[in-house]
């Protein structure tokens, strides 16, 4: 089974603060995703990478960064956090491009709270 | 409009009934299908693929019309235990490992 874990369930920061978010899958996947999931707007893609050292901009990217040092590492970084950055942050990761492997799993998702 | 459309809900209904969601998706060029279901502060899971003659797992059968752009997720028999959001997603480029979802259906199924 893949397992993708997320470092914290539950997080609380203050506005301005730089926050970290780690994920890291066990299945060697080379894509890694993170999103936010916001009620009523469904899924948004922050970034992605396809690759170690590699990252590509989602469809949200503002205020946010990220890192990919190993492969089974993928970490979001908020370099000065806002309340409108509070929400519930999902990794995935998927084995290859394209069909059919293209699947994506998800991590339990961290909740953060920006006050 | 939206690349993923799907109607929010909630859809209630008792067990035992058959229940079907649709989803319609904007870019033709699109090549792969999925439907995801994500339980209440859960993360998504993917439930099924959608291939384009249909496919059937258990009690759930979904369905792709290209010349509509939409796709189709019926469940017979429903369990109090499907109650779920249900994730319509797309692959709109077909080559990259971008997917994109849809903001989900909700289903309630009660006694």
């Known amino acids: 089974d893949v397992k993708v874990t997320q470092s914290s369930r539950y997080l609380v920061k203050r506005t301005g603060e730089k926050v970290f978010l780690e994920c890291v899958q066990d299945?060697?996947?080379?894509?890694m995703f993170w999103y936010r999931q916001d009620p009523g707007l469904g899924l948004r893609l922050i970034y992605f990478?396809?690759?170690?050292?590699?990252?590509e901009k989602g469809d949200i990217p503002e205020g946010y960064s990220v890192s990919r040092e190993k492969k089974e590492r993928f970490s979001l970084i908020l370099e000065s956090a806002s309340t409108n950055q509070t929400s519930m942050y999902l990794c995935?990761?998927?084995?290859?491009?394209?069909?059919?492997?293209?699947?994506?799993?998800f991590g339990p998702g961290t909740r953060l709270l920006v006050l | 409009r939206k690349e993923v459309e799907q109607d929010p809900g909630p859809f209630n209904v008792p067990e035992g009934a058959t229940v079907a969601f649709n989803c319609t998706y904007s870019?033709?060029?699109?090549?792969?299908f999925f439907w995801y279901r994500q339980d209440c502060r859960k993360e998504p899971k993917l439930l099924m693929s959608v291939y384009s003659s249909g496919n059937e797992d258990g009690r759930f059968t979904a369905q792709l019309n290209r010349a509509s752009q939409y796709i189709s997720l019926l469940i017979r028999d429903s369990k109090l235990s499907d109650s779920a959001t249900y994730l319509c997603v797309v692959n709109p480029t077909g080559t990259a490992s971008k997917l994109t979802f849809g903001t989900g259906t909700r289903l309630q199924v009660t006694l």
């Open positions: 299945m060697d996947h080379e894509n």
């Open positions: 990478s396809y690759d170690v050292k590699m990252k």
């Open positions: 870019n033709s060029a699109s090549q792969s």
């Open positions: 995935a990761s998927s084995l290859e491009r394209g069909p059919p492997q293209e699947t994506q799993y």
